[in-house]
């Protein structure tokens, strides 16, 4: 067997791009070193911004010999404290959220921030409020509730006969009606004198993910069989297909998708 070495680098460029020496521009890069200040010394540590300024997410480091752990917290940039507890990537990019809602302006010196009330009560809040969310293994913030009073659909018409199947907007109803048009036959039950109509009903509800790492587009609990549109149907139904799925609901209408809920480990499982 003959092994054969990479072609080494020729150019200025290609020996550039292999060993590069000049740091990456700060706009290009949300990462920023920092010191971490722990009880028996200082250690160096690289954290990514956040939208609170003086925050920065940091992997958490436990032990006689520091080591990461998994997981992640908030830490003060200025002074290298610790402000939110150890939790998953996912409840610490919540902690932030958390920590928006109360105001606190942490872009301050660490004098500043002991002697305010408000930053404390802040600390300590956010401290219980995840040891309750990771207990439960539950999100520490919504994004929103997973409920969706589906509107009403529109269905094409036809000498009092009504299409099975529904449509979510007048255009899609309108673009099966237009082929329709153009190729008579083509399409069962749509003629050229059809009208399309909304339903004055809803059809039903379709269930979303509540957190805040599902963006609108694939936040839909979604039925296989009906490939990429949300299901829809009654709660109850819903509710026993997505938890089959591996969906679970955490009360008040919060249900999480499978790859999120695997983001909430319950505390000791
Ligand atoms: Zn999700």
Same mark, same amino acid.
């Given at each position: 067997?003959?092994?054969?070495?990479?072609?080494?680098?020729q150019?200025r460029?290609?020996?550039r791009?292999?060993?590069?020496?000049?740091p990456?521009?700060?706009?290009?890069t $949300?990462?920023?070193?920092?010191t971490?200040? &722990? %009880?028996?010394?200082l250690?160096?540590?690289?954290?990514?911004?956040?939208?609170?300024?003086?925050?920065?997410?940091?992997?958490?480091v436990?032990?006689?010999v520091?080591?990461?752990?998994?997981?992640w917290?908030?830490?003060?940039?200025? %002074?290298?404290?610790?402000?939110?507890?150890?939790?998953?990537?996912?409840?610490?990019?919540?902690?932030?959220?958390?920590?928006?809602?109360?105001?606190?302006?942490?872009?301050?010196?660490?004098?500043?921030?002991?002697?305010?009330p408000?930053?404390?009560s $802040?600390?300590?809040?956010?401290?219980?409020?995840?040891?309750? $969310?990771?207990?439960?293994?539950?999100?520490?913030?919504?994004?929103r509730?997973?409920w969706?009073?589906w509107?009403?659909? #529109?269905?094409?018409?036809?000498?009092?006969?009504?299409?099975?199947?529904?449509?979510?907007?007048?255009?899609?109803?309108?673009?099966?009606? #237009?082929?329709?048009?153009?190729?008579p036959?083509?399409?069962?039950g749509?003629?050229?004198?059809?009208v399309? &109509?909304?339903?004055?009903?809803?059809?039903?509800?379709?269930?979303?993910c509540?957190?805040?790492?599902?963006?609108?587009?694939?936040?839909?609990?979604?039925?296989? #069989?009906?490939?990429?549109r949300?299901?829809?149907?009654?709660?109850?139904?819903?509710? &026993?297909?997505? #938890?089959?799925?591996g969906?679970?609901?955490?009360?008040?209408?919060?249900w999480?998708c499978?790859?999120?809920?695997?983001?909430?480990?319950?505390?000791?499982a």
């Open positions: 067997m003959t092994i054969t070495a990479p072609p080494a680098a150019t460029r290609a020996r791009d292999l060993f590069p020496s000049r990456i521009p700060a706009a290009e $949300a990462l920023a070193e920092l971490i200040s &722990r %009880s028996n010394g250690a160096p540590m690289v954290g990514e911004r956040t939208t609170l300024p003086g925050l920065v997410l940091t992997p958490h436990t032990g006689e520091l080591r990461y752990t998994g997981n917290i908030l830490t003060h940039a200025r %002074s290298g404290r610790r402000v939110s507890p150890a939790a998953s990537f996912l409840h610490t990019r919540e902690a932030v959220v958390w920590l928006e809602n109360r105001g606190v302006d942490w872009d301050r010196p660490t004098a500043d921030i002991l002697a305010d408000a930053a404390s $802040a600390f300590e809040e956010l401290d219980f409020a995840m040891y309750c $969310a990771q207990d439960a293994g539950r999100p520490l913030v919504y994004a509730t997973s969706v009073d509107p009403p659909l #529109w269905r094409v018409h036809h000498r009092g006969g009504v299409s099975d199947e529904g449509f979510d907007t007048f255009e899609a109803a309108a673009d099966v009606a #237009w082929s329709a048009c153009r190729f036959g083509d399409e069962p749509m003629y050229p004198s059809s399309i &109509r909304r339903d004055e009903q809803s059809p039903g509800w379709a269930l979303r509540a957190s805040i790492a599902c963006t609108d587009r694939d936040s839909f609990y979604v039925d296989a #069989w009906d490939g990429d949300p299901a829809v149907d009654s709660r109850a139904v819903l509710e &026993r297909m997505a #938890w089959d799925s969906w679970r609901g955490h009360g008040h209408g919060h999480t499978p790859n999120c809920t695997r983001q909430y480990p319950t505390r000791g």
